[in-house]
C-alpha cells in the first residue's frame, strides 16, 4: 500500500529527514516538491497571502475545475506538504524564510532569474549561513545565457526544445501534447539534481564542512525537453537531416503507429525483428513475414506505407478488444488509446497502486495518480492530503528556531 492515514503503519521513508523550503509556484517547481514529499521528505511549501483581488496561495489551487473553490489538482500537486502563508514581498516574510532555509536541506524555486537575488536571498548570502544547502533552481531558459531574463513557460520550452515542431501531422500546424510536459520534464530532471546534489554533499562531508557542502541545481525548462529529443540533433550534426512532423508514425522505426479499427484505434508496436514477424503471422500476412527484405528494420523503413496499409486492412475490420486479444496472444505490443475513464477503470493500474483516493478537508474523496518509482524497501507514501492555504503556518513557525 501507499496510503495511509495511521503514521503506526508507514513504512521507511527513503527521503525521511529532508527538509525541503518550497518557494515555486505552479507546477515545475511544485512537482520537484512533489517527488521528493512523497518518498518522506518535510515539504514545507510557502505561499502568499490573499491581497486585493487575488484569492491568494499558489495559482494552480484555482486552475482548472474546482471544489468548493479549490482545484482538485490541487490534491495530486501538493499532496504531502504543508502549507506556510508569508510575504516575500515584506522583509519580515523573508527573514522568516531565511531562517526556515537556515535549517533545511533543499531549497526550490522557479521564480524569473534575478528575483531571489532581488529579495536579498541569492545562494551566496544563503549558502554562507548554511553552506550544506542545495537549491534548486528552475527557469525558462536557465540562469545564464542571453535568454536568461525573458520569461518563460511551458509551452515555449516545448518550442524550442524541438518537441512542439514534431508533434504534428504532415504539413499541419504543431500541436500541444494537451498537459504542460515541459514543466512536469523540468521538475523530474530537478528532483534527479536534487538527489545528484545530496549524494556528492554527503561525499563532501569533512572536519570543515560537517554537513558537506552544497550546490545550485540549475534547470531551464527548454533544456528539459531537449534531453528527451533522442536523435533530433545527433541526425541534424551527421547528416544535415531536419527531422519532421509525422502524426501517429515514428519515422525510421517500423512498425510503429495507430492503427483505426471497427470501433476505435489501436497502437501497434511491432518494429522489433521477432515481434514484426509474429504480428505479420497474426495478420495473415505470412508474406510479409517471410519476406528477406523485411526481417530488420531498414528494409521495413523502406516499405512502411506497404506495412502500414496491411495491418491498418486488418484492424479495420475487427473491433478493438479482438485486436488486442489476437495481439497479446501472439506477444506484440498493442494497445488502447485511454482517456481519463479507461484508467480509471482499468485492473492493471489500480492493482499496481497507480489510482489512490485522497480526502479533502472538507470530505470530498478525489483518486489521484499513485507514487513512482516503486521501490521495494522504502516505498513511497501519501501520508497528508494537499494543505488548505496556510494551515500549518502557526505549528511551523511555533518549531522554528528563534534569531
Given at each position: 500500500m501507499?496510503?495511509?492515514?495511521?503514521?503506526?503503519?508507514i513504512?521507511?521513508?527513503?527521503?525521511?529527514?529532508?527538509?525541503v523550503?518550497e518557494?515555486?509556484?505552479l507546477?515545475?517547481?511544485?512537482?520537484?516538491?512533489?517527488?521528493?514529499?512523497?518518498?518522506?521528505?518535510?515539504?514545507?511549501k510557502?505561499?502568499p497571502?490573499a491581497?486585493?483581488?487575488?484569492?491568494?496561495?499558489?495559482?494552480?489551487?484555482?486552475w482548472?475545475?474546482?471544489?468548493?473553490?479549490?482545484?482538485?489538482?490541487?490534491?495530486?500537486?501538493s499532496?504531502?506538504?504543508k502549507s506556510?502563508v508569508?510575504?516575500?514581498?515584506?522583509?519580515e516574510?523573508?527573514?522568516?524564510?531565511?531562517?526556515?532555509?537556515?535549517e533545511?536541506?533543499?531549497?526550490?524555486?522557479?521564480?524569473k532569474?534575478?528575483?531571489?537575488?532581488?529579495?536579498?536571498?541569492?545562494?551566496?548570502?544563503?549558502s554562507?549561513?548554511n553552506?550544506?544547502?542545495?537549491?534548486?533552481r528552475?527557469s525558462?531558459?536557465?540562469?545564464?545565457g542571453?535568454y536568461?531574463?525573458?520569461?518563460?513557460?511551458?509551452?515555449?520550452?516545448e518550442?524550442m526544445?524541438?518537441?512542439?515542431?514534431?508533434n504534428?501531422e504532415?504539413?499541419?500546424?504543431p500541436?500541444?501534447?494537451?498537459?504542460?510536459?515541459?514543466?512536469?520534464?523540468?521538475?523530474?530532471?530537478g528532483?534527479?539534481?536534487i538527489?545528484?546534489?545530496?549524494?556528492?554533499r554527503?561525499r563532501?562531508?569533512?572536519?570543515?564542512?560537517?554537513?558537506?557542502?552544497?550546490?545550485?541545481?540549475?534547470v531551464?525548462?527548454y533544456?528539459?525537453?531537449?534531453?528527451?529529443?533522442?536523435s533530433?540533433?545527433?541526425?541534424f550534426?551527421?547528416f544535415?537531416a531536419?527531422?519532421q512532423?509525422?502524426?501517429?508514425?515514428?519515422?525510421?522505426?517500423a512498425?510503429?503507429?495507430a492503427y483505426p479499427?471497427?470501433?476505435?484505434?489501436?497502437v501497434?508496436?511491432?518494429?522489433?525483428?521477432s515481434?514484426?514477424?509474429?504480428?505479420?503471422?497474426?495478420?495473415a500476412?505470412?508474406?510479409?513475414?517471410?519476406?528477406?527484405?523485411?526481417?530488420?528494420n531498414p528494409?521495413?523503413?523502406?516499405?512502411?506505407?506497404?506495412?502500414?496499409?496491411?495491418i491498418?486492412a486488418?484492424?479495420a475490420?475487427r473491433?478493438?478488444?479482438q485486436?488486442?486479444?489476437?495481439l497479446?496472444a501472439?506477444?506484440?505490443?498493442v494497445?488502447?488509446?485511454?482517456?481519463?475513464?479507461?484508467?480509471?477503470?482499468?485492473?492493471?493500474?489500480?492493482a499496481?497502486?497507480?489510482?489512490?483516493?485522497?480526502?479533502?478537508?472538507?470530505g470530498?474523496?478525489?483518486?489521484?495518480p499513485?507514487i513512482i518509482p516503486?521501490?521495494?524497501?522504502t516505498?513511497?507514501?501519501i501520508q497528508?492530503r494537499g494543505?488548505?492555504?496556510?494551515?500549518?503556518?502557526e505549528a511551523?513557525?511555533a518549531a522554528?528556531?528563534?534569531?
Amino acid at each position: 500500500m501507499t496510503t495511509t492515514s495511521n503514521t503506526a503503519t508507514i513504512p521507511p521513508q527513503a527521503l525521511e529527514g529532508l527538509k525541503v523550503i518550497e518557494l515555486g509556484q505552479l507546477i515545475a517547481g511544485p512537482f520537484a516538491g512533489k517527488t521528493l514529499a512523497d518518498f518522506g521528505a518535510d515539504v514545507i511549501k510557502i505561499e502568499p497571502p490573499a491581497a486585493e483581488g487575488a484569492a491568494g496561495g499558489d495559482p494552480l489551487r484555482q486552475w482548472r475545475m474546482l471544489h468548493n473553490g479549490t482545484s482538485v489538482w490541487w490534491q495530486f500537486q501538493s499532496r504531502n506538504k504543508k502549507s506556510v502563508v508569508l510575504d516575500l514581498r515584506t522583509e519580515e516574510g523573508r527573514d522568516i524564510v531565511r531562517r526556515l532555509i537556515d535549517e533545511a536541506d533543499v531549497v526550490i524555486e522557479n521564480f524569473k532569474p534575478g528575483t531571489m537575488e532581488k529579495w536579498g536571498m541569492a545562494y551566496e548570502d544563503l549558502s554562507q549561513r548554511n553552506p550544506g544547502l542545495i537549491m534548486l533552481r528552475i527557469s525558462g531558459y536557465g540562469q545564464t545565457g542571453p535568454y536568461r531574463e525573458r520569461p518563460g513557460f511551458a509551452v515555449v520550452a516545448e518550442a524550442m526544445g524541438g518537441m512542439r515542431y514534431l508533434n504534428a501531422e504532415p504539413g499541419r500546424v504543431p500541436v500541444r501534447a494537451g498537459v504542460s510536459l515541459g514543466d512536469t520534464l523540468a521538475g523530474l530532471h530537478g528532483a534527479i539534481g536534487i538527489l545528484l546534489a545530496l549524494q556528492a554533499r554527503q561525499r563532501s562531508i569533512s572536519p570543515e564542512a560537517p554537513k558537506g557542502r552544497g550546490q545550485v541545481v540549475d534547470v531551464a525548462l527548454y533544456e528539459a525537453v531537449f534531453n528527451c529529443m533522442e536523435s533530433l540533433l545527433p541526425e541534424f550534426s551527421a547528416f544535415g537531416a531536419i527531422r519532421q512532423p509525422a502524426g501517429s508514425a515514428l519515422p525510421g522505426i517500423a512498425p510503429s503507429n495507430a492503427y483505426p479499427c471497427a470501433d476505435g484505434m489501436v497502437v501497434i508496436g511491432g518494429n522489433g525483428d521477432s515481434i514484426f514477424k509474429r504480428l505479420m503471422i497474426a495478420i495473415a500476412r505470412d508474406d510479409l513475414a517471410t519476406d528477406p527484405e523485411l526481417a530488420s528494420n531498414p528494409g521495413r523503413v523502406k516499405r512502411v506505407a506497404e506495412i502500414d496499409a496491411a495491418i491498418g486492412a486488418w484492424t479495420a475490420t475487427r473491433p478493438v478488444d479482438q485486436v488486442l486479444d489476437v495481439l497479446n496472444a501472439a506477444s506484440v505490443p498493442v494497445g488502447r488509446i485511454y482517456n481519463a475513464q479507461d484508467i480509471a477503470h482499468d485492473p492493471h493500474y489500480r492493482a499496481r497502486d497507480m489510482i489512490l483516493p485522497v480526502t479533502t478537508h472538507d470530505g470530498l474523496t478525489v483518486e489521484v495518480p499513485g507514487i513512482i518509482p516503486k521501490l521495494s524497501g522504502t516505498p513511497g507514501v501519501i501520508q497528508r492530503r494537499g494543505p488548505m492555504l496556510g494551515e500549518d503556518t502557526e505549528a511551523v513557525l511555533a518549531a522554528l528556531k528563534k534569531p
